[in-house]
């Protein structure tokens, strides 16, 4: 790859080339007027010599274009030489950083439980059976399980409703919405592993980060305090994040999705975003659109994992394809809010084959997905309902973070 210098003097030699062309130009037009030009007398000499000269000129024309064309052309070369080498010297500088805080990471021998150590990463299991531990019952009173519905709502639901979870799952769902009545608590060593372990995977870092700081930005929190992110979700939007960069089938999914967000047209908060799915997920679980799956399964947490990153699949695949922006954010949670109450199971089918294929090393979850399995009669469900449809089966929707 070329160095600045080498760039900046082919700049130069350029412009030099540019500066000449036109003093040529310049010479020629001022010998032109200097020729003391006498016309022939016949009019067909007359003729023809006007004729030549228009060939001259239309060649002068089509050369002239070319050298324009070629000139940009190289021009727009060494802007893309240009922005590469800033985009290494950039990277070359983040690693400077990084070998410079070496010297600050020291292991924390006075602990007596190695699972506390910094640097070490935590597993979802880990961070679960952490809260299976709390007493936790004073989150557990604010939780309602299931949406409460009347009238004609309720009489609906009770006819063409999913069914109801089975008894012996409903303290691992009430376990869940009690995790989301949690929030960050950095005084607690788990949620600060859980938070480095979700850093550190994403970004590929070595190294322990602060719990505080403009880095949790570059992840997409709004702000350098993640806690105060977590709205509507609590710390299961922690733990959905964890679950999804821990689990080695789902890693690669999320590092994709991460980059994505990075885009320079289609960029977006990507831990913002994962907030909402989580938020979602948990509407979900409450308005009972995941109970038959939970029944079938005899399992909630995996359910709940499942949907959650199959939403984000579905999520990323929508935005690269439509090349959504910021700015249809709101609109894309909105319809894909509908969709995945709606159709749950076929998310899910949709994320066991994206998976599937991962296993084989053939799929990249930002190509729209081209088996038969995703294009059967009910493929028409997976497709977005305009804002102006969305029929809120819930008076206790939250709102949009």
């Known amino acids: 790859?070329?160095?600045?210098?080498?760039?900046?003097?082919?700049?130069?030699?350029?412009?030099?080339?540019?500066?000449?062309?036109?003093?040529?130009?310049?010479?020629?037009?001022?010998?032109q007027l200097a020729e003391d030009f006498i016309l022939p007398d016949p009019v067909e000499v007359l003729r023809e010599l006007v004729l030549k000269y228009r060939e001259n000129i239309i060649h002068v024309r089509r050369a002239t274009d070319h050298m324009e064309e070629k000139l940009k052309a190289e021009i727009l070369s060494l802007k893309e030489q240009i922005q590469a080498e800033q985009f290494v010297n950039l990277e070359v500088l983040r690693a400077q950083e990084e070998w410079e805080v070496v010297d600050t990471i020291h292991p924390d021998t006075?602990?007596?439980?190695?699972?506390?150590q910094p640097g070490q990463l935590i597993s979802f299991s880990e961070a679960l059976q952490h809260f299976q531990t709390l007493d936790l019952s004073s989150f557990k009173k604010r939780i309602q399980p299931t949406i409460r519905r009347t009238g004609l709502a309720a009489l609906r639901h009770c006819l063409f409703g999913p069914p109801k979870l089975h008894l012996d799952l409903r303290e691992e769902r009430d376990l869940v919405l009690t995790i989301a009545q949690c929030g960050l608590d950095s005084q607690d060593p788990m949620h600060g592993r859980v938070l480095r372990t979700i850093y550190k995977n994403l970004t590929g870092s070595k190294f322990d980060c602060a719990l505080h700081g403009d880095h949790w930005e570059d992840l997409g929190f709004q702000g350098a305090n993640p806690a105060t992110d977590l709205r509507g979700a609590g710390f299961l939007a922690l733990l959905?994040?964890?679950?999804?960069?821990?689990?080695?089938?789902?890693?690669?999914?999320?590092?994709?999705?991460?980059?994505?967000?990075?885009?320079?047209?289609?960029?977006?908060?990507?831990?913002?975003?994962?907030?909402?799915?989580?938020?979602?997920a948990i509407q979900a679980l409450r308005e009972e659109c995941l109970s038959r799956e939970c029944n079938r399964r005899q399992k909630v947490i995996p359910v709940v994992n499942s949907f959650y990153a199959a939403t984000f699949l579905h999520l990323a695949r929508v935005w690269r394809v439509q090349q959504r922006t910021i700015s249809d954010s709101g609109f894309v949670l909105k319809d894909l809010e509908v969709l995945a109450k709606k159709s749950p199971k076929r998310l899910l089918k949709t994320l066991d084959v994206y998976l599937a294929q991962v296993s084989k090393g053939q799929a990249s979850l930002l190509v729209a997905q081209k088996c038969s399995g995703?294009?059967?009669?009910?493929?028409?469900?997976?497709?977005?309902?305009?804002?102006?449809?969305?029929?809120?089966?819930?008076?206790?929707?939250?709102?949009?973070?």
């Open 240 to 280: 959905h994040l964890l679950y999804l960069v821990m689990d080695s089938k789902t890693l690669l999914m999320a590092q994709e999705i991460f980059r994505l967000s990075h885009h320079h047209i289609q960029q977006f908060p990507f831990c913002l975003m994962s907030v909402n799915i989580t938020r979602i």
């Open 1 to 31: 790859m070329q160095s600045c210098e080498q760039v900046s003097e082919e700049l130069v030699r350029l412009q030099q080339d540019k500066d000449s062309l036109q003093g040529k130009h310049s010479l020629h037009v001022s010998l």
């Open 110 to 116: 006075e602990s007596g439980v190695s699972s506390q």
């Open 374 to 401: 995703s294009r059967g009669p009910h493929a028409r469900d997976l497709t977005f309902t305009g804002v102006c449809d969305v029929q809120s089966h819930s008076s206790e929707s939250a709102g949009l973070i």
